[in-house]
């Protein structure tokens, strides 16, 4: 394993298709935990530094004025634990409910988990991705039946002219525009 290494939280992008929805609540509740407790937990970033888990801690970061992140190298084989040996039983135990708390003042976002979920689906035979989800079979099933039918994109204008989309991505929080 590589040796962790600092990045600045600005170096991170938001996942753009994140179905979680991070409500004021909910984001509030994570800026007053790290605000008060520090970090505790990792996020999860993928090979381009794109966050795949912990959108809404990133965001949170931001708020309380973090601004570093240490990344550490992983092969998936090894479980990585945040150790914070300066809280005391009362801050552990109060950090737990704290962070399970804003885990729940999040909710999802449908159209977005359909989409994925649609697009997943077709691969799910062979690499079992779904089930590792959380979601049952009958939620998933449920999901699935009402996602929209993908439309295929325009290939151009009236006149054949291909069509070209020109997308912009913020660089702190990663929302992207055409």
């Known amino acids: 394993m590589k040796a962790p290494k600092t990045l600045r939280l600005d170096e991170l992008t938001q996942d753009p298709r994140n179905a979680r929805i991070h409500t004021v609540p909910n984001l509030e509740a994570i800026a007053k935990s790290l605000k008060r407790f520090g970090a505790g937990r990792s996020i999860v970033l993928d090979s381009e530094g794109v966050v795949r888990a912990g959108n809404g801690t990133l965001q949170a970061a931001r708020q309380a004025g973090f601004e570093k992140v240490m990344v550490v190298e992983a092969d998936g084989k090894t479980l990585i634990a945040v150790r914070?040996?300066?809280w005391s039983s009362a801050e552990a135990?109060?950090?737990a409910i704290a962070d399970n708390r804003a885990s729940e003042l999040g909710s999802w976002d449908k159209e977005v988990l359909q989409g994925i979920f649609a697009e997943l689906a077709p691969q799910d035979e062979e690499l079992r991705l779904l089930d590792a989800t959380g979601f049952s079979e009958q939620e998933l099933a449920a999901i699935l039946a009402t996602a929209p039918e993908a439309q295929p994109e325009p290939d151009g204008d009236e006149n054949?002219?291909?069509a070209t989309t020109f997308v912009k991505s913020c660089p702190k929080c990663g929302?992207?525009?055409?």
Request: hydrophobic share 25%; no cysteine; aromatic share 16%.
């Open 93 to 95: 135990t109060a950090y």
């Open 175 to 178: 929302h992207q525009w055409e």
């Open 84 to 86: 914070r040996p300066d």
């Open 160 to 162: 054949g002219v291909p």
